[in-house]
Structures are given as structure tokens and as C-alpha cells.
């Protein structure tokens, strides 16, 4: 038996970062940049206002105060999206609001608090300075947020919602990224049944196919769902040809030492096993290889194969454990661990056999100090166990037993690999 480091490096070794695609900013959210991105424009684009207020010659402003306000003459308006055709002489302002661009002649924006713009009715044609400003106050200078020729984004970056919005203030509306991988499902069992079907005496609703394809959505892939493939070697292999166009291969169930042999023949004949079982519980009969198949070019291809356990809870376990980084390393992402943090345990766990243990378990943080204490029965087909927690309690395979009060690490569940 493997530990779960050696399964996932092995894994790991088979999976490669995928090819790249365009496509519209707005669908590359958390996709892996595969371009370089160069601004042939400055943003802003020109100098403009920080204030509604008056553009002003900075000089003009040298003597004023409350006490002697100092009176311009307002020559004209400028908004946000047009320029003024006016230059602010000597004596004069113009009047401005917040992103327009700053007119010829002016070196400096009044804000409106500083004139004596409240006590004005109407226009009155003039306004009254009441305080000195200096060169440059209230403007935002071209180029400040991005300079014309700089390299803003360097391919690797994943895109998060800001870069959205820096791709769009730069006026592209395709960004080049890694694809998504497309991982098929496929459940196997007997005693399974679809939803949406009546359920006869004896069988259960397929559950893995939708918390698997709920995970490949959420860590980037595209789930392609294969359905059910019966208990024998041919319906599996029908089902299993379905999924030869994808980049990964999921099945869950078929590999327990029952029926162990289904799923071990198949990837025997049709591709090439590569491991059994893996120290660690829940999640031991773990198996991985690969199938053979065909590129879109026609020529052959090996894909990986990993058949979860089918316990619905072993399922999502071996999936964040080495589903979940496959699909972060095929989109070309950089972070694979998911982050752990150091917790008291508030129950016991016993450690009978030597694997590595991960336990469902909630955690909270009081008075600085995260606490983890288990969602309650541990059976491997206990699923709302996953719908309670927010962590897996680790414990080591050299660990016989942790008591309450004892420190263990717990992958945090919702955290994101990159934080
Ligand atoms: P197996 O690994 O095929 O021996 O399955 C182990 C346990 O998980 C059995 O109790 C199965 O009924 C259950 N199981 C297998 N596949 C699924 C599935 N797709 N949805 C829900 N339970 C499943
Ligand atoms: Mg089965």
C-alpha cells in the first residue's frame, strides 16, 4: 500500500497543464492566463479631476483665504467624456466634475468645499477661491493606473474578478487562458438508480456521479456525466468508451475487494494500471492508471483513469485529496495544497491499522485558536457527515490515538488554494 504523497505524485506525473483557448473576459473567471498582456494605451488616458470643483491656474489661488476670498471667472463646464475647447487664463476657472479631463492652461482642481460655490444661486459667472492650493491637487495624472507599453498581467496569473476589470479598462473583450478539463463520471453499481426515478426495493439513488461533477465544477473542470455502468467488465467498458474525448477519467465503487476485479481488469485490458489501494482511511481501495484512447488529431492517447472508492464519503474524500489537484494542475495552476491549520481536537479518534485518518470535522475559531470537533458517526457512507464540515482532521499513520485537547492539522475545505 502506498502513502497518500506517493499516490498523489504519481497521479501527478501523468497529468499535464492543458492547451489554451479565448474566449469573452467574463468566462475566464478562475482560468490561468496564457498570454502576456502589454497596455497600448495609458489608464486614465489623460490628466483629469479627482473633484467636482473649478480647474484653476494654481498661482491664481496664492493669496486666498475665507477671509478674502479670491474671485475667477468661470469660462466654461467640462464633464466627464468631453474636453473643453477653453484654456483657463489668468483670472479664470473652469468648472469641473470628477473624471473629466483637465482643461489646457489649468494645473490644479479647487473642490467645490474650498469656494464659495454654497453660498453662489445660480451662475453667477464667478466663483470665489477661499484657500491656496498647490500645482497638481486633485489630479489624476494619465497613465497613473496603468502606463501605455507596460506589461500589466504575465501569463500565469489567474484571473479573479479585478482582472476581469483591468482587462476590460483596457478595452479587450477576449483574454487568451488555459482550457478547462473535461473529467467524465462515470457510477458503477448494480444497486444503483438515477434521480428523478422511483426507487425499487433493494437499490440506492446514484449520488456519487453529482457530489464528483459538483466538485470537478467547483476546483474549474467540466464534467462530462457517463451515467451508471452495471457490475460487469462489458458494461463498463461500453460506458467508459463514452468518456475517451475527455482529459480525466472518474469512476466511482467497483474497486472494494467484492468487486474489485471489474474495474482492475478494464483499466488492465484497455489501458495500464498504475496503483491499488492507498494508506488512508476513509479511501484505501483507491485505484489509478490510464486508458487508452484517441486525440481529436486521431492518434493515440493515454488518459488518466482514477476510480474512487464507492463509499460517498470515500468518494469526496480521494477527490480533494488527488481529484481536485489533477484539475488544478491541467488548468495550468501553480497552488495544488489546500490549505491547513493547526487546531485543538475537542474528541478522541483511534487509529487502529496504520493509515492516515481524515475525519469530517467543524471548525471554529475562539479567542485566536481554531478548535475542531467531529460532525458526529464517521462511516464512510455517512455523506451529510461532508455537508457539516469545513475540515478534514488529519491524523498520521504513526498516530494510535489523539485525545481531546491534543494539537492535529486540518485541511480546510472551503479555502482556496491560492490563499
Ligand atoms: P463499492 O466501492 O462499489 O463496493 O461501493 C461501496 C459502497 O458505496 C456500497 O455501499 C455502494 O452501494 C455505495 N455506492 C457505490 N456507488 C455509489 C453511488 N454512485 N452513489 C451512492 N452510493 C454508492
Ligand atoms: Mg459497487
Keep these: 500500500m502506498i502513502s497518500v504523497e506517493e499516490a498523489l505524485e504519481k497521479i501527478l506525473s501523468y497529468i499535464d497543464v492543458l492547451g489554451d483557448e479565448e474566449k469573452p473576459i467574463l468566462d475566464s473567471i478562475g ?12 489608464v486614465p488616458p489623460l490628466d483629469n479631476s479627482a473633484m467636482d470643483g473649478y480647474a484653476v491656474r494654481s498661482e491664481d489661488t496664492r493669496n486666498a483665504s475665507p477671509q478674502s476670498p479670491h474671485l475667477l471667472r468661470v ?45 453662489r444661486e445660480g451662475d453667477s459667472g464667478e466663483t470665489g477661491i477661499l484657500c491656496k492650493v498647490e500645482a497638481g491637487l486633485n489630479i489624476r495624472r494619465a497613465g497613473e493606473d ?8 504575465s501569463q500565469g496569473v489567474v484571473i479573479r474578478p479585478a482582472e476581469v476589470g483591468v482587462l476590460a479598462s483596457l478595452g479587450h473583450r477576449l483574454v487568451k487562458v488555459i482550457r478547462r478539463p473535461i473529467v467524465a463520471v462515470l457510477a458503477t453499481g448494480d444497486e444503483l438508480v438515477e434521480i428523478g426515478k422511483s426507487l425499487p426495493p433493494g437499490k440506492i439513488y446514484n449520488s456519487n456521479t453529482y457530489s464528483v461533477a459538483a466538485l470537478i465544477l467547483r476546483y474549474g473542470g467540466i464534467p462530462k456525466i457517463l451515467g451508471i455502468a452495471l457490475d460487469n467488465e462489458g458494461a463498463l467498458v461500453a460506458r467508459l468508451r463514452q468518456g475517451l474525448d475527455a482529459d480525466m477519467l472518474i469512476t466511482t465503487g467497483g474497486v ?12 488492465a485490458k484497455e489501458g495500464k494500471i498504475a496503483f491499488w489501494t492507498v494508506r488512508m482511511k476513509p479511501g484505501k481501495p483507491l485505484a489509478f492508471g490510464t486508458i487508452k484512447g484517441t486525440s481529436e488529431a486521431g492518434t493515440a492517447r493515454n488518459i488518466p483513469h482514477l476510480g474512487l472508492p464507492g ?24 497552488h495544488l495544497v489546500k490549505p491547513t491549520v493547526a487546531a485543538v481536537i475537542e474528541n478522541q479518534v483511534i487509529n487502529t491499522d496504520g493509515r492516515r485518518i481524515f475525519t469530517r470535522a ?24 461532508m455537508t457539516l464540515a469545513n475540515g478534514l482532521v488529519i491524523i498520521p499513520e504513526d498516530t494510535t490515538r489523539v485525545v481531546a485537547g491534543d494539537a492535529v492539522q486540518v485541511m480546510m475545505l472551503n479555502w482556496n488554494e491560492e490563499a
Design 75 to 119: 469660462i466654461d463646464t467640462v464633464m466627464p467624456g468631453s474636453i473643453s475647447r477653453h484654456e483657463v487664463e489668468p483670472g479664470t476657472a473652469i468648472r469641473i466634475m470628477t473624471g473629466a479631463p483637465i482643461p489646457k492652461g489649468a494645473d490644479s482642481v479647487v473642490r467645490f468645499e474650498d469656494t464659495d460655490e454654497a453660498q
Design 311 to 334: 463509499n460517498p464519503v470515500s468518494a469526496m474524500v480521494t477527490f480533494e485529496l488527488f481529484a481536485r489537484p489533477a484539475i488544478l494542475k491541467m488548468l495550468g495552476k501553480k
Design 362 to 385: 467543524i471548525v471554529e475559531k475562539r479567542g485566536g485558536q481554531y478548535f475542531a470537533r467531529l460532525t458526529g458517526p464517521q462511516g464512510s457512507g455517512i455523506l451529510t457527515s
Design 256 to 267: 472494494s475487494m467484492g468487486d474489485y476485479d471489474i474495474v482492475k481488469d478494464v483499466l
Design 31 to 42: 482560468q490561468v492566463l496564457a498570454e502576456d498582456i502589454y497596455s497600448d494605451i495609458n
Design 146 to 153: 496603468i502606463t501605455q507599453g507596460s506589461t500589466v498581467f
